[in-house]
């Protein structure tokens, strides 16, 4: 009896205790909204990057509209939503993030047809109705941020949605700064990515979305290294579809983000 006691207390010696698994890191982020403001922290693939995440329009300026089952659709509104929703997706992979433009009532929401409001400011400032100053503040604003950041890979990344004919289809388009190499390098890694996924998720249709350069105000007088993004024809019945479904939005935030991934391994 007394060697089964001292054979089961060598047992207890020898085996290695249980490893306490390390939780996620979480983080919060009002901007999110109640649903999502709370966030986990994946991984740090993109630890050291810092980005400046910019939605077109706001405020007293709607941008395109469109109309969609008799309701409008604001541009400012679903570039407003996939900008939250990027800004998630790299906040998870440990990066830091600021958002321009904000609206503290809105957060990310899921519907398909998103209510309009004039409530957006930028860095909590009103946002002038006029387009020269408008444009004037957000790249103020960025420069302002740019100059604090210690990281050594900054980017930002301005989101906009097109207005064409209703007959006209297009796909994303990526627009870098004139002479900017760095630029071009994360507008081609985010048009490879979406290239990719269109192959995968309609591999008959093709995707015919460019990247090419753009003497646009805000990619001449931000000086961070950004791309421009134009994300379809609010007009168009099919390119609704990737605006007016929450899931397709996520998709545009998910694909970004690994577009980003991609240019940030490549060096800063």
């Not at 939503?81 to 899921?110: F, P, T, Y």
């Not at 001449?220 to 134009?230: C, G």
Request: charged content about 30%; overall charge positive.
């Amino acid at each position: 009896m007394r060697v089964s006691v001292l054979f089961v207390t060598f047992l207890f010696l020898i085996l290695p205790p249980l490893l306490a698994q390390k939780k996620p890191r979480t983080g919060k982020e009002p901007l999110f909204g109640k649903e999502y403001a709370t966030y986990q922290v994946t991984s740090n693939e993109l630890c050291g990057a810092c980005f400046y995440l910019v939605g077109g329009h706001g405020g007293p300026d709607p941008g395109a509209i469109g109309i969609y089952q008799g309701r409008q659709l604001h541009e400012d509104e679903y570039a407003y939503d996939i900008i939250l929703r990027l800004a998630r997706e790299l906040l998870s992979r440990g990066a830091k993030v600021h958002i321009i433009i904000q609206d503290k009532k809105d957060g990310i929401r899921d519907g398909h047809v998103l209510a309009n409001s004039k409530r957006e400011t930028c860095m909590g400032d009103p946002i002038p109705l006029n387009q020269v100053a408008r444009l004037k503040q957000r790249c103020d604003w960025v420069n302002k941020l740019y100059r604090k950041d210690k990281s050594t890979y900054k980017r930002a990344v301005f989101i906009h949605v097109d207005s064409r004919s209703k007959g006209q289809q297009t796909d994303v388009f990526f627009y870098n700064a004139p002479k900017s190499a760095k630029g071009k390098r994360l507008a081609d890694n985010l048009h490879r990515t979406f290239d990719k996924k269109y192959d995968k998720h309609q591999p008959n249709r093709g995707f015919r979305g460019t990247v090419s350069e753009r003497n646009l105000y805000v990619l001449r007088n931000t000086i961070p290294v950004a791309v421009f993004l134009e994300l379809g024809n609010i007009r168009n019945k099919r390119d609704q579809q990737r605006l007016v479904l929450d899931n397709n939005r996520q998709a545009l935030a998910n694909w970004i983000t690994e577009g980003i991934v991609k240019d940030y391994k490549q060096g800063r």
